[in-house]
């Protein structure tokens, strides 16, 4: 079954304790992004990869880390998490080339995240 | 600055009937639009979509419309059942970026 799978579903932490929240994908994507929901705000991205090494910032990337060493892997790192990062995190992947910008994006079933 | 807003947070419907989910958007590059629907506990799932270069898309009982020169888009969803009720969201790209933007969600309720 083609899917996005992200790990923990939900977690509560502290102020500061380091955390990663991890994402696979089985679809043979190039693409995978990180997204996160807020109330009022919808989804808003913080990090993208284009391809396995290439990552670059979103719109609200201050305070996250990501990495893609491995074309199925995208993990998010909160180095140092704040109770403003509280919120609800969603991986999601696509297939690119011409299809870049009309592509179906593919999410994960979201990473409920609250920092104390 | 929201590119992309869905002025509704809420719309509830009786079932059978029509619903209606209004976008706005403000940057002109933008030239495909997509609806993702959302289930509590679950990521959202894509809709439906269209291109800048067609006024109407339809699927089923989903339709999109889009109004270029309004600079909005339309989700009508015909006849209206309780399974839609979900959150909906409206997203722009454009060819320049492939950038995905996303609007603020619409919770849509269906009544049986």
């Known amino acids: 079954e083609a899917q996005v799978t992200q790990n923990p579903r939900y977690l509560i932490t502290v102020t500061g304790k380091k955390l990663t929240v991890t994402c696979s994908q089985n679809?043979?994507?190039?693409?995978m992004s990180w997204y996160r929901q807020d109330p009022g705000l919808g989804l808003r991205q913080i990090y993208y990869s284009m391809n396995v090494e290439v990552t670059d910032k979103g719109d609200v990337p201050e305070g996250y880390k990501v990495s893609r060493k491995e074309k199925r892997n995208f993990p998010l790192i909160l180095e140092s998490p704040s109770p403003n990062q509280t919120s609800l995190y969603f991986c999601?992947?696509?297939?690119?080339?011409?299809?870049?910008?009309?592509?179906?994006?593919?999410f994960g079933e979201g990473s409920r995240l609250t920092v104390l | 600055d929201q590119q992309v807003k869905q002025n509704s947070p809420s719309l509830s419907v009786q079932e059978g009937r029509i619903s209606i989910l209004n976008c706005d958007y403000t940057n002109s590059m933008f030239d495909y639009f997509l609806w993702y629907k959302k289930y509590p506990a679950e990521g959202p799932t894509f809709l439906i979509s269209?291109?800048?270069?067609?006024d109407k898309n339809e699927d089923g009982r989903f339709t999109v419309f889009l109004n270029k020169s309004a600079k909005h888009l339309s989700l009508h969803i015909v006849p209206s059942q309780p399974g839609d009720s979900a959150v909906y969201f409206c997203?722009?790209?454009?060819?320049?970026?492939?950038?995905?933007?996303f609007g603020q969600g619409t919770t849509l309720q269906v009544k049986p």
């Open positions: 999601a992947s696509k297939s690119v080339g011409d299809r870049l910008y009309t592509g179906e994006l593919f």
């Open positions: 997203a722009a790209s454009s060819r320049n970026t492939g950038k995905l933007i």
């Open positions: 679809m043979n994507h190039e693409y």
């Open positions: 269209i291109s800048s270069i067609k």
